[in-house]
């Protein structure tokens, strides 16, 4: 992907509850804090989890326990005609419509709609069928990579190049899949080993409480940001309680997009607005007391003071082999 700004992805999930309406509100929250993109989820419950699954701890906290998985997963589908119609309201908000598959139907079902970048979850690194089959539309491609060590990181990698997509179209994102996740094990400097292994742009998908962390991955070179957002985070569903509030979304994408400014060039030099600052700041050789006219620069007649308009104090040396060439006052400037 070509990064001119940090892409910002504004993770709705399944925090739509299900529900179209909702999922419509969440676009309209994410584009107007000036999100890149909205991501949703794509899949079939019975083609994902079988009905042995056990739901995650931080799932069975947050739902009706008693609830197995792909019960509680059922309830957060989104069929075709809802996919379609997200697709095309995200067009109308001019914000860019993603969504993770989990299957390989729903894969056919995105990439039928059109959808130019998929975005592989973390779950998915180590389902071979799946990479192959996304690795071979030769998208571009987004690899979440929660749970995975770096050598199952160079694995999907390899499967997905194998089939057809070159790596400058693969955007790594380090990920922890602890929801929330513990500042401990939050791993940042992951991502950008991640980066020198393999020479791929990183990213990260955020799942901590806040949003210290992503804005510290973009100090660090993140290109994309992930984060969970939802409308209220005292809704029912599995995700909400560590999600963002629109309120927090917001800020987040406004702090990204001033520590975009911040970074700079790289180039050590003055800037524009600090110029005028320089001749008030720095300081000058002047006289430190009258000295006449053919008298010698001494360390006794001579000092550094502001203003900085003068013959610098980096001359000092250079000036002490010298006379006056006029009469100077007490805290002139020292000409030559």
Not at 66 to 81: F, H, I
Request: proline share 4%; aromatic share 6%; hydrophobic share 40%.
């Amino acid at each position: 992907m070509n990064y001119n700004k940090t892409f910002i992805i504004a993770e709705a999930g399944v925090n739509h509850n299900g529900s179209l309406e909702l999922a419509k509100k969440m676009i309209d929250v994410a584009a107007a804090a000036g999100a890149d993109a909205i991501k949703f989820q794509t899949f079939k419950a019975e083609k994902v989890i079988s009905r042995y699954a056990q739901k995650a701890e931080y799932q069975k906290r947050s739902t009706d326990a008693s609830e197995s998985q792909l019960d509680m997963v059922r309830k957060l589908e989104l069929d075709e005609g809802a996919h379609e119609e997200l697709f095309a309201y995200c067009r109308s908000k001019d914000i860019i419509f993603l969504s993770s598959p989990f299957d390989l139907d729903s894969i056919d079902l995105l990439n039928k709609l059109g959808l130019e970048i998929f975005k592989i979850p973390s779950g998915e690194i180590t389902n071979l069928p799946y990479l192959r089959k996304i690795g071979a539309l030769k998208k571009e491609i987004i690899l979440s990579t929660g749970m995975a060590d770096l050598g199952e990181v160079e694995d999907a990698l390899d499967i997905l190049i194998a089939v057809g997509t070159t790596l400058d179209k693969i955007t790594v994102l380090h990920c922890n899949t602890e929801y929330p996740t513990p500042m401990h094990d939050v791993n940042l400097r992951a991502m950008q080993t991640i980066a020198q292994a393999f020479n791929v742009c990183v990213g990260y998908s955020d799942h901590t409480l806040g949003i210290e962390i992503p804005i510290a991955a973009v100090a660090m070179g993140a290109t994309i940001i992930e984060k969970h957002f939802t409308l209220d985070k005292n809704m029912t569903g599995p995700d909400h309680k560590a999600s963002l509030e629109p309120d927090e979304l917001t800020v987040l994408v406004k702090a990204i997009r001033n520590i975009e400014k911040a970074l700079g060039s790289g180039i050590k030099k003055p800037s524009p607005s600090e110029l005028k600052n320089m001749v008030i700041a720095r300081k000058s050789i002047v006289a430190a007391i009258d000295i006449k006219e053919g008298e010698a620069f001494t360390e006794e007649n001579i000092t550094v003071k502001r203003p900085g308009n003068g013959i610098s104090p980096m001359r000092w040396d250079e000036v002490l082999k010298m006379k006056a060439s006029k009469n100077f006052n007490a805290d002139e400037i020292i000409c030559l």
